[in-house]
């Protein structure tokens, strides 16, 4: 497997590779980053679709990826996901899933129709005061001693911010600042997750910090993140053949280590000019450190079907196993309009952490799972999808987003963070309908809390205590509804259905090299590592493209299919990215405007010398001076 740029390979259909009608695959999930490796495997490796078997423990695939009407419930969505036109990865498959509401075109086509015409941006970003805008202006408001703190941690080597918290680098001038609001509440950090995360966000993104404070960097699907990404990839891979076997726990796999090193894995017949960078074991990034090559085989699945039933899948060379170890939403639980969601976060077998432990215990280099789900109360958050019923709540809505919510087009444009909230609450309502069948005179809110045990500023509770009725109270508290009529609107006009979600932000855990398995181990012959908790060089975790990442690399290192996986966005790269950065993190100000009289005679002197190139130009386009 190896990287590329550009569209002489983005364009190409690989051969198919030898022997891959011999092959079967089992693939563990159906997240997007399963559901990606059965796509690659279809499409790609041109492996028959019969030959390919996904088990998922619930009766719906699509792990975190979900929506869903609950008979007895309500409209539920967990989360949401906020795109990049820079996700390579995700745009080639999507390129090739057909639209299930339109014929002849795709799933990229349809999105990208979409997102020409109806861009995304927000009119409010935050609010203060029961509904009142916050002014934040579009401004970071940082300073001179914040902006430098941030550019430290952007320069300090990854080697050096393993096991680090954001609070080792960043202090009150960073986190009172506009800047962290606006990240934090994105991106769903907290002052306690990982530096290094924070520091490849920062990296991955740079070419998106001006459309950071109004989310104009972003796109969104239509519907749902299910019905718009989950069931067209779902429609293609059961026209193919793929066999999904739903209610179905895999507890275990077992390996065979040693017997001699691992395969060699040569490169393709690409020449070396055509390949930007090298395959991975070359060195150009780092492996696993526990990594060996030491041969190891997938010898056994462990498996209990959805009869209760205990059953053994033994393995080949020839048996290809794709691993989703781990899994953001694992022990979610649900409340309803007059229950609170329960906490359970205890692992059972059947469930992405409980099989990984299993598995971890087999091999150093299939990494460490408790540094991410053995403190659950550092990595949960609640959500909740709040339904209105009629017409009584929606001008409150419309008063904030300063638009009509009921047109089909952007709403909010992302989300609505409360500054003043004790949750910290940020609510969101993306195009409506949000699923298909959902009452035209119906909306469908998003919210969720990054502090669920502090007392809402009306509820006077935890968020993890209360309702969904108590948080739809609390929320329209925020919006700015007479207090008189907040219980009523609640109650009567409302559905709010919470999720606690114990393990949600689990991959922000400060973390060192190691923790995570390679997607495909060093020495390793029939089996890979899938999502969020596999690492791949240089993406960040925590959105789509991650996840798809790791199924097309998955598939493309075991199949040897000979064609580049496209190459992670190298805007940090940019000297033009970089410098738009450092002026956008100023709010636009230029260098000169806080030099003095000395610095501004060095600039001029420096300009002098500098004016028969491009360089000064590169500086004004940027904005530098």
Not at 85 to 97: A, G
Request: charged share 25%; glycine share 8%; proline share 6%.
């Amino acid at each position: 497997m190896y990287y590329s740029s550009g569209n002489y390979e983005a364009f190409a259909r690989p051969k198919k590779p030898e022997g891959i009608d011999h092959k079967n695959a089992y693939i563990i999930g159906t997240g997007l980053a399963a559901l990606s490796a059965a796509c690659y495997l279809v499409r790609d490796a041109q492996m028959p679709g019969n030959h390919i078997h996904i088990f998922e423990k619930d009766p719906v695939p699509g792990g975190a990826c979900d929506g869903a009407n609950i008979p007895g419930m309500g409209y539920v969505m967990r989360g949401g996901r906020e795109m990049d036109n820079h996700f390579e990865v995700m745009w080639d498959l999507f390129r090739s899933i057909p639209s299930i509401e339109t014929e002849g075109v795709s799933v990229l086509d349809e999105y990208y129709w979409l997102n020409k015409e109806d861009p995304n941006y927000s009119l409010c970003r935050a609010t203060v005061n029961q509904g009142e805008d916050a002014g934040t202006d579009g401004k970071f408001a940082l300073s001179d001693k914040a902006s430098q703190e941030i550019m430290k941690l952007f320069f300090t080597p990854d080697e050096e911010l393993y096991g680090k918290k954001i609070s080792d680098f960043f202090d009150n001038k960073v986190f009172d600042s506009n800047f962290w609001l606006y990240w934090r509440t994105m991106f769903a950090f907290e002052n306690w997750h990982s530096a290094l995360e924070m520091k490849l966000y920062i990296k991955r993104y740079i070419h998106h910090i001006g459309g950071l404070p109004d989310f104009s960097a972003l796109r969104f699907t239509r519907y749902n993140q299910y019905e718009s990404m989950i069931l067209p990839i779902i429609t293609y891979l059961e026209g193919h053949g793929v066999q999904f076997h739903y209610n179905t726990k895999v507890e275990d796999v077992e390996f065979e280590i040693g017997g001699g090193n691992g395969p060699e894995r040569a490169n393709t017949s690409v020449g070396q000019d055509e390949i930007l960078l090298a395959q991975a074991k070359s060195g150009v990034f780092a492996r696993n450190p526990y990594s060996t090559p030491t041969r190891k085989m997938a010898k056994r699945i462990t498996l209990v079907g959805p009869d209760g039933a205990g059953t053994a899948i033994d393995l080949t060379e020839n048996d290809l196993v794709f691993i989703t170890n781990g899994g953001c939403v694992e022990n979610s639980s649900m409340g309803s309009q007059t229950t609170p969601a329960k906490w359970d976060p205890e692992l059972r077998p059947g469930g992405g952490w409980d099989m990984w432990r299993r598995i971890a215990r087999q091999d150093p280099s299939f990494g460490r799972p408790d540094v991410f789900c053995g403190d659950p109360e550092h990595s949960k958050w609640m959500s909740a999808t709040v339904t209105t019923l009629d017409m009584e709540i929606p001008p409150y809505i419309r008063k904030i987003c300063k638009r009509n919510p009921f047109t089909g087009h952007v709403v909010t444009g992302g989300i609505v963070t409360v500054k003043d909230s004790n949750w910290l609450m940020s609510w969101t309502l993306n195009r409506q309908q949000q699923f298909r069948d959902q009452p035209k005179d119906q909306l469908c809110v998003w919210a969720y809390g990054l502090f669920p045990d502090e007392p809402g500023n009306y509820a006077k509770k935890p968020m993890r205590d209360c309702t969904g009725e108590e948080i739809c109270e609390e929320w329209l508290y925020h919006m700015g509804v007479p207090v008189d009529q907040i219980e009523g609107l609640a109650r009567n006009h409302a559905n709010t259905v919470p999720v606690m979600m114990p393990y949600i932000d689990a991959f922000f855990m400060p973390r060192s090299a190691g923790d995570r398995p390679d997607v495909v181990p060093d020495g390793a012959v029939n089996f890979a590592f899938l999502g969020q908790f596999a690492e791949t060089p240089r993406d960040t975790i925590f959105t789509t493209e991650y996840s798809m990442r790791t199924g097309m690399e998955a598939v493309y290192t075991l199949c040897d299919v000979d064609r580049g996986v496209p190459e992670v966005w190298g805007s940090v790269y940019d000297v033009r990215n970089l410098l738009n950065a450092v002026v956008k993190l100023r709010d636009g100000k230029p260098l000169e405007d806080d030099l003095n009289v000395a610095e501004r005679l060095a600039l001029k002197v420096a300009g002098r010398k500098l004016q028969d190139t491009d360089i000064p130009k590169l500086l004004r386009e940027t904005g530098v001076i």
